[in-house]
Structures are given as C-alpha cells and as structure tokens.
C-alpha cells in the first residue's frame, strides 16, 4: 500500500530559540507533522547580520536559498558567496553555516535524509552553543 501524498503549505508560525537569535524555521515535511519516512525538510530564515553558526552533523543536507544573498561558512575563515536560487549540498560531518551579508532576511529550504529534524545531532565549533 502506497503512502497518501501530503501538501503542507508554509505558514505565519515559526520556531525560534534564544541560543541562536536572528533565526527562526518551520518544518514542512517532519514525523510528527506530517506522515514521513527517511526525508525530513523545512524552511529556515535568517535576519540581516544573524547567522546559523559554523556546525556538522553526521547526516547529510541540502540547502535550496529561496530568498537572498548570504555566505555559506565552510571552515572558520572560509566562506562562499550564495544567492536565491542556489541549491548547496553538504556531505555528512562537513563544516558549515550560514551569515545573512544582506539587509532583508534570507530563507532557504533544509532537506534530511531523516524522519525527523530532531534526530540531527549539531555540533558547533563555538562550544558554549554545543554545551547548551
């Protein structure tokens, strides 16, 4: 028997935490939210001058900018300059964030190879995130 397909539109609530200030997600496709198996996904926005800081995880991810101009942080002194309609694929246990560089808000979709985004284990390079 085959899944049902499921259509979850973007909505006005979004998550954020006071660890990370200037951003903010919402998941789209997320156990929990909707009925998933092996891919979990969602949006992520990011303030001007915020960002999601320099982590790696074991699992793999795809980032799709859908909104903005910002760097992709590669290591602790490297970046790479991304735009609206960049697709990043980053490999398991890769280095990476992301620093809004523009004056509006940048938003990209997240995409696991998991059930859900709470099985993703961040660990960042700023250890006072990590230890949280």
Not at 12 to 37: K, P
Not at 102 to 120: A, G, N
Request: glycine share 6%; aromatic share 10%; hydrophobic share 35%.
């Amino acid at each position: 028997m085959n899944p049902e397909l499921q259509i979850k539109g973007k909505s006005d609530t979004w998550e954020s935490s006071d660890l990370i200030r200037g951003i903010r997600w919402q998941f789209s496709v997320n156990a929990g939210t909707t009925v998933s198996n092996g891919l979990s996904c969602g949006y992520l926005q990011v303030d001007p001058d915020a960002e999601l800081p320099l982590h790696y995880h074991k699992e793999q991810e795809i980032y799709i900018i859908t909104q903005g101009d910002a760097e992709l942080l590669t290591g602790a002194t490297s970046s790479r300059a991304v735009t609206t309609g960049d697709t990043i694929y980053i490999p398991e246990n890769s280095w990476h964030g992301i620093k809004n560089v523009s004056q509006s808000i940048v938003e990209f979709i997240w995409i696991f190879p998991t059930d859900t985004w709470q099985e993703v284990r961040y660990i960042f390079a700023n250890k006072t995130l990590n230890e949280a």
